[in-house]
């Protein structure tokens, strides 16, 4: 399968930006998807994740109460809708495929697929 991650890119500090993650190739029966980031000398952060069946969503620390995740079945994409940007916000973004309700949302090792990245830089 193929993820194509878009929509980042640079904004300022308080600013908003969505991201998409589009599926392709493949078929699953379910899409559960998520997002991670990861800045420079740091390792992969888990931000969100929207579970395929129930819709229900999932966040990280870093994401509560300023990002929301969804999805449209239609078009296998997934958004991340990111309000008051931070700084710290700054990072190169990846959508992943989540393996199955076998596996916690918030590791990398529960994904197998993931997306190219996409860079969102946040000045202050």
């Known amino acids: 399968v193929q993820l194509q991650a878009s929509g980042g890119g640079l904004v300022q500090a308080g600013g908003s930006l969505r991201l998409s993650c589009a599926a392709s190739g493949r078929t699953f029966s379910r899409y559960d998807m998520g997002w991670f980031r990861q800045a420079p000398g740091k390792e992969r952060e888990f931000v969100a994740a929207i579970n395929w069946s129930s819709n229900s969503p999932y966040y990280g620390d870093s994401a509560k109460g300023r990002f929301t995740i969804s999805r449209d079945n239609a078009k296998i994409t997934v958004y991340l809708q990111m309000n008051n940007l931070k700084p710290e916000d700054t990072a190169v973004y990846f959508c992943?495929?989540?393996?199955?309700?076998?596996?916690?949302?918030?590791?990398?090792?529960?994904?197998?697929?993931w997306g190219q990245g996409t860079l969102v830089t946040v000045s202050s």
């Open positions: 992943a495929h989540h393996l199955g309700d076998s596996y916690n949302y918030n590791y990398p090792a529960s994904y197998d697929y």
